[in-house]
């Protein structure tokens, strides 16, 4: 039998252990030593299904390849164990702990990039990937990817971090979880946490224990648990949320982050939180990239108070923006217009408005000139018309009736009474006139020197449309 390096895989472990009762003891053995697969050749990117690979010799840079499925070969010995410093080690297959205390990923050296395309799956008891810190065996992961499964065994989590991860980035696609505990338990230092993909526990998906930190969450994602998505008990600097409006809220427990920034894609696209006994005080802001409008956003926090709140007012990308306590500890964000997009409105308008009082004066300079004239031994007359008036400003023109009425007085003095009225207009495209009030004047001729005087009833009633897009409700 020792002399056997085929693996028969028509048995698995688990049907031996249902068939032991029933067998002889001696036949039990050669069943399991049967079933085992090869033990993987050391230091080496395995070809075919083996048990327990181990890279103690640096910079191998192994891979597992798509349909190879590497397991636990004994208690406590993980489907994969790095001991030695590695530049990258990628999984496109399958790393599975077998049996009592095996995980699918053991780190306890450093690694440059781990890149898993397939699945890491751990045994009852342990962690999918477990960054180890433990006497001398220190692990550790500059950049760690996921666009698959890591799947955390019975009463631990998908991935166990002891010592520091610089970048955790879960891929669209990707999925982190346990069906009991928490997706990532973080007991040292995490840099970065890139989220676009699912991170789901039973109790929670990130777990930042009592001392651990974490330096920055961009969740654009999934974070969920049974409790809550993210329980911090250590340090979290800054939160980047977007997971809310299209999906459940983002929950929340423990000490608030230091900085909490709502990821904005649209009015139906936006970032909630919903807090569950926590406690310090946070930053709100608006994510960098997020794309806004005025408008309200509902609920973007719930479960929080206003002692939580460092600010409730700011500014994002020229736009104002106020956190309003709507009703208990629920805040809305109301989005104001933009500074920039009201100051240039502000200069067209004021352009446009310059250009309908050039109209008007041009209008009332040709009311100046009204008259009647009166014919010899005639006390009164009257007369009517109508008038075009245009400025050398583009898109600017008015047209109106009139009515002129003069009385002879003496023969040197005559008085005349004017009225005009203008009927059609256009200032410009911003600007819309409402024609109320005529203008009313009245002039007087004495030894042919003319005096005139005008005025205007009440002011020009002018409207300035402004469009807005406002979020959806």
């Not at 790095?82 to 077998?98: V, Y």
């Not at 109320?436 to 003319?450: A, E, Q």
């Amino acid at each position: 039998m020792a002399s056997t390096t085929v693996a028969v895989e028509t048995l698995s472990r688990r049907w031996i252990s249902r068939l032991a009762g029933s067998l002889p003891l001696a036949l039990i053995g050669c069943l399991a030593m049967s079933a085992r697969a090869a033990t993987c050749t050391a230091d080496s990117s395995p070809v075919a299904n083996c048990d327990s690979l181990s890279l103690a010799t640096q910079y191998i840079n192994a891979n597992v390849s798509s349909g190879v499925t590497v397991t636990s070969s004994g208690t406590n010995t993980p489907a994969v164990k790095i001991t030695a410093e590695q530049n990258s080690f990628s999984n496109s297959g399958t790393l599975e702990g077998t049996t009592s205390g095996a995980q699918g990923l053991r780190l306890n050296a450093a690694v440059g990039t781990v890149t898993n395309s397939g699945v890491i799956q751990a045994y009852s008891g342990s962690a999918g990937i477990l960054v180890n810190n433990s006497g001398s065996n220190i692990g550790s992961v500059t950049t760690l990817i996921n666009s698959s499964g890591i799947v955390g065994g019975l009463g631990n989590s998908g991935i166990r971090n002891l010592n520091t991860i610089t970048t955790l980035t879960n891929q669209p696609g990707g999925s982190i979880s346990s069906s009991d505990s928490q997706a990532l338990y973080n007991g040292g230092t995490i840099t970065t946490i890139d989220n676009a993909g699912t991170m789901s526990g039973a109790t929670y998906g990130i777990n930042n224990t009592s001392g651990a930190t974490i330096i920055t969450i961009t969740n654009q994602g999934t974070l969920s648990g049974d409790t809550s998505g993210i329980f911090n008990a250590g340090t979290l600097t800054t939160l980047n949320n977007l997971q809310g409006k299209s999906g459940s809220a983002l929950t929340y427990s423990g000490v608030l982050p230091t900085n909490y920034n709502i990821i904005i894609n649209s009015g139906s696209s936006f970032g909630m939180l919903q807090a569950n006994t926590v406690s310090g005080t946070m930053t709100f802001d608006i994510y960098t990239g997020s794309t806004v409008a005025a408008g309200t956003y509902r609920s973007v926090l719930s479960g929080i108070s206003a002692s939580n709140l460092t600010a409730t007012s700011g500014t994002y990308s020229s736009y104002p923006w106020v956190l309003n306590n709507r009703t208990g500890s629920i805040w809305d964000l109301i989005i104001g217009l933009s500074v920039t997009d009201t100051q240039n409105s502000l200069t067209t308008t004021a352009n446009e408005i310059s250009n309908m009082l050039a109209l008007k004066s041009s209008a009332l300079a040709i009311g100046l000139q009204y008259d009647c004239p009166i014919a010899s031994g005639k006390r009164l007359c009257i007369s009517s018309g109508i008038r075009s008036t245009t400025t050398n400003v583009d898109q600017v023109y008015d047209a109106g009736g009139l009515i002129v009425m003069a009385f002879r007085t003496s023969t040197r003095t005559r008085l005349g009474l004017f009225a005009d009225r203008s009927f059609y207009g256009k200032v410009g495209s911003g600007i819309s006139v409402g024609y109320y009030n005529p203008l009313v004047g009245i002039f007087t001729d004495w030894k042919k020197i003319r005096q005139v005087q005008a005025w205007r009833s009440n002011s020009l009633p002018a409207t300035k449309k402004i469009p807005l897009t406002l979020p959806a409700r």
